[in-house]
């Protein structure tokens, strides 16, 4: 059985037969209600001896209960489609922690084909992908799906510019997210998938236009660059504790030390993109920059690198904007804003293991 967060298709239904073989065995049976159009229940007994109310071992948190609910009230299949395995690994467990199991897709392409060998009621799409990106393969599901059959897209967003905006509601797509997702935030868009209707263009860019993380691109790069980057970037801290602390929260005692494996995946995977980038300017290739900064800029805002987050975004916007003159200098900030996460995220590593 593939466990992985790279899985991308249901399984065959083995478990089923193993679930009702358990059920058995400890007494009880297994047995299914399915209504056309709704879905499937599944429901099983068993017996158990009784345990005294001080031999319960309660959940230290109380969100533990809360996401388990959410699962149960509304049972949802879902595909997220993210390229960044970093990011990957971040939103199965969070979803795990609301109960749901999601199938995974690297990109668009992906998507589409996993959508064509099964029904999924919500599709988590990021934006910038490699191959189909979020945008053309939302495109693809509208063109290809009736309203009432296609899934509902709920668009992850790195900090989304308002150029963004209008680009979701073009796509089709009915709701957002903003990177690094938070738990609450993923929580309250999958209540809104059924019963609700399709978000209205007004509604969607009221709530996109009030996001504070959503920003003007022009505003990035309105006064000389110098000065920008000195106000800007002391504005951010090297790591933002408020997300590392959300990534910590996520951990159960008796699983890997999540924290942990995004911490190490990103020290492995960080100066590969750099490097992209550093060629990617030798080349003056603007649209490789700027796929390459975005990569970058949402797998740090991930881990809580809040500063070189935004100075990957500042870039991305001159690429976008094909204005590639102050590119090396924004370069040699990102080398050394680099480092200062580099270290920061090692102490953090230490702290953990100690």
């Keep these: 059985m593939d466990a992985s967060t790279t899985r991308c298709y249901g399984g065959t239904g083995l478990g089923l037969v193993i679930s009702q073989r358990l059920s058995h065995m400890m007494g009880g049976q297994m047995w299914v209600e399915s209504q056309v159009g709704f879905g499937s229940t599944f429901y099983f007994t068993l017996t158990a001896p009784s345990v005294s109310d001080s031999m319960i071992d309660l959940p230290p948190a109380n969100a533990i209960l809360f996401d388990a609910q959410l699962a149960q009230r509304l049972p949802l299949r879902i595909l997220l489609v993210e390229d960044i395995v970093v990011n990957q690994k971040v939103a199965v467990k969070m979803l795990e922690q609301l109960g749901y199991r999601a199938d995974v897709a690297n990109d668009g392409e992906e998507a589409l084909n996993a959508?064509?060998?099964?029904?999924?009621?919500?599709?988590?799409?990021?934006?910038?992908?490699?191959?189909?990106?979020?945008?053309?393969?939302?495109?693809?599901?509208?063109?290809?799906?009736?309203?009432?059959?296609?899934?509902?897209?709920?668009?992850?967003?790195?900090?989304?510019?308002?150029?963004?905006?209008?680009?979701?509601?073009?796509?089709?797509?009915?709701?957002?997210?903003?990177?690094?997702?938070?738990?609450?935030?993923?929580?309250?868009?999958?209540?809104?998938?059924?019963?609700?209707?399709?978000?209205?263009?007004?509604?969607?860019?009221?709530?996109?236009?009030?996001?504070?993380n959503v920003v003007n691109s022009e505003?990035?790069?309105?006064?000389?660059?110098?000065?920008?980057?000195?106000?800007?970037?002391?504005?951010?801290?090297?790591?933002?504790?408020?997300?590392?602390?959300g990534l910590r929260s996520l951990m159960m005692d008796d699983e890997d030390d999540l924290l942990t494996q995004v911490i190490e995946s990103y020290l492995e995977d960080a100066p590969k993109r750099l490097q992209a980038i550093h060629q990617a300017i030798g080349q003056n290739d603007a649209n490789t920059i700027r796929k390459s900064a975005h990569a970058l800029r949402s797998l740090s805002a991930t881990v809580g690198a809040a500063a070189f987050a935004h100075q990957c975004e500042i870039l991305e916007t001159l690429a976008q904007q094909e204005k590639l003159q102050n590119t090396g200098v924004i370069y040699i900030q990102l080398e050394k804003e680099s480092t200062r996460v580099a270290i920061a995220l090692q102490n953090e590593l230490e702290k953990i293991s100690s």
């Design 115 to 212: 959508l064509q060998r099964q029904t999924y009621d919500v599709v988590l799409m990021d934006v910038q992908m490699p191959r189909m990106d979020g945008f053309e393969a939302s495109r693809r599901i509208c063109q290809s799906w009736a309203d009432t059959a296609r899934p509902w897209i709920i668009a992850m967003t790195a900090h989304a510019r308002l150029e963004d905006r209008e680009m979701c509601l073009k796509a089709g797509m009915n709701d957002y997210v903003s990177k690094p997702i938070r738990l609450e935030a993923l929580a309250k868009a999958l209540t809104q998938v059924k019963g609700q209707q399709q978000l209205s263009e007004l509604e969607l860019e009221t709530q996109l236009s009030t996001n504070p």
């Design 219 to 245: 505003a990035l790069i309105s006064e000389p660059l110098s000065t920008t980057q000195e106000q800007t970037i002391s504005a951010f801290p090297t790591l933002d504790l408020e997300v590392l602390d």
